[in-house]
């Protein structure tokens, strides 16, 4: 019997909120923003151009992290990537006609998925994952603004 996800909205709607200072920022020539009266510069994101480029991504952050391999599919739809493990074999889809799943962030959360297979899907065990995830990969000011964006929103 699988947790109940009580706090997926929240998670979603910071994470929303993440991906858009970063959008914000890349849209500037400087990456420098203020982010609740402390000055931080968000690093680049990756951008990837196709499911094989996700695929190699994929596989050198889990040669960096550890971790069981994952295979990368394209998803029909446009609306979510999704991650699922079934008899052992773990599939991150991914839309490939829409650029707003081909992002570091959004493949960055579906690994957390994978790397955190206990618990409601985006409960605590998911949301520590991913906060250290994404500063391990995309650096220590990441780690800051999800926890910090997170803790605005009520995500624990």
Do not use: N
């Amino acid at each position: 019997m699988s947790s109940r996800d009580t706090q997926r909205a929240k998670v979603y709607a910071a994470e929303q909120f993440v991906r858009t200072m970063f959008d914000r920022a890349a849209q500037h020539s400087s990456r420098a923003i203020d982010f609740f009266g402390t000055s931080l510069t968000l690093p680049p994101e990756a951008k990837f151009g196709s499911v094989e480029a996700v695929q190699r991504y994929v596989d050198e952050v889990l040669a960096r992290v550890g971790g069981a391999a994952v295979a990368v599919r394209a998803r029909r739809g446009v609306t979510a990537a999704h991650y699922q493990s079934t008899d052992g074999r773990a599939v991150i889809a991914v839309p490939e006609r829409t650029s707003w799943a081909l992002r570091e962030l959004v493949v960055l959360h579906e690994l957390a998925h994978h790397l955190s297979p206990e618990g409601p899907a985006h409960g605590p065990g998911f949301v520590a994952t991913y906060c250290e995830l994404c500063e391990t990969i995309m650096g220590p000011e990441v780690g800051l603004v999800l926890r910090m964006v997170y803790a605005k929103e009520g995500v624990v």
